[in-house]
């Protein structure tokens, strides 16, 4: 009787495989035995996964993460990487194991198709590498087998749509507006932000007295609205750069905010007034809904198919690491 080992929870994470082609990064060269001592960490039914495999499959992340995290912090994000690499090899070769099963093929024109396309948007693809060819294909037969499991056992029906919309409505709702008014002050020069802090300080003592925005505005403001009284007229929530977003969010018409400081300069905002959030129909987004529904119900089925292959597979990890992430027997 076969033994089954499933691939443990504390370690498992599910691949989600796009269903349409997107640009594939190329394996690096595998290590020479000489550097690398290969050996078994894994058995997915009669196929075999090195510590090579794994190894070409974590590269890039781990030099990432050994660009951006030190110490004990990094040897647990190794960690976790190099299993998420593990992961992922054993629900690729399961899949592709799949493939052949159910005797699903790509084409060599479909292939170079898709290798052309890769390269015209910039892929570092060498078609003529038979080991570049094989990657494509074998995304290709990914794609392909998961969008014939997939793909005709998907049903939408229009209360799934509305209970999706009643429970996501910001979704498709169109942002708050803002009509805003500024006096923008700018310094002269690098050194210029004390005198500017200054100027806008003293633009602000006569708001505060109870002069017009628009008289202020035209006296102290660099705008080129400054005539006009700084009118910027509207603008959509979420439009703005994140100071001042941060600075009229709750400002109700009329209001006035403090000095902001930003990239732009020095900076008082006056809301003139505000249009608030507004819910689209539902008869106006069925469209979305559709699409946003097919896409969750596609990922949902697609983990539990991974999960039903790994159910009925015989799976055997030999892998075992220590604190900095190495595999060892």
Do not use: C
């Not at 948007?121 to 094989?134: A, F, K, M, R, Y």
């Not at 009509?179 to 003293?202: H, N």
């Not at 106006?284 to 969750?296: N, S």
């Amino acid at each position: 009787m076969v033994r089954h080992v499933s691939v443990g929870s504390e370690w498992v994470v599910r691949f989600a495989m796009p269903l349409t082609l997107l640009m594939l990064s190329i394996w690096p060269p595998a290590l020479s035995e000489a550097r690398l001592q290969d050996r078994i960490v894994a058995i997915v039914n009669s196929e075999l996964i090195m510590l090579s495999d794994v190894k070409r499959e974590f590269e890039t992340e781990q030099e990432r993460l050994s660009r951006e995290h030190r110490g004990t912090d990094l040897a647990q994000r190794l960690k976790t990487a190099e299993y998420m690499a593990l992961t992922k090899l054993i629900e690729r070769r399961l899949q592709l194991q799949e493939a052949k099963a159910k005797r699903v093929e790509v084409s060599d024109q479909e292939v170079k198709q898709a290798l052309e396309e890769m390269k015209r948007q910039g892929s570092p693809l060498d078609i003529t590498n038979p080991s570049h060819v094989q990657t494509v294909r074998d995304q290709l037969l990914l794609m392909r087998v998961a969008d014939q499991h997939i793909r005709g056992n998907i049903t939408v029906g229009d209360s799934e749509l509305k209970r999706f919309y009643q429970e996501h409505r910001d979704r498709f709702a169109l942002p708050e507006e803002y009509q805003l008014s500024q006096i923008i002050i700018r310094p002269r020069s690098p050194d210029g932000l004390a005198e500017a802090l200054t100027k806008a300080r003293l633009a602000m003592d006569d708001l505060k007295r109870g002069e017009k925005f628009e008289d202020v505005a035209q006296q102290y403001s660099d705008g080129a609205n400054a005539l006009q009284g700084g009118r910027l007229g509207w603008v959509r929530q979420g439009e703005l750069i994140p100071a001042i977003e941060q600075a009229v969010a709750h400002l109700v018409p009329g209001g006035i905010s403090d000095i902001i400081e930003s990239p732009e300069g020095i900076q008082i905002i006056r809301m003139d007034d505000r249009k608030p959030k507004q819910f689209r129909r539902y008869e106006d987004v069925q469209r979305e809904l559709q699409e946003q529904v097919y896409k969750q119900k596609s990922q949902e089925m697609y983990e539990a198919w991974l999960v039903e292959l790994k159910n009925k597979a015989y799976i055997e990890i030999k892998f075992q690491q220590d604190d900095a992430g190495t595999v060892h027997r």
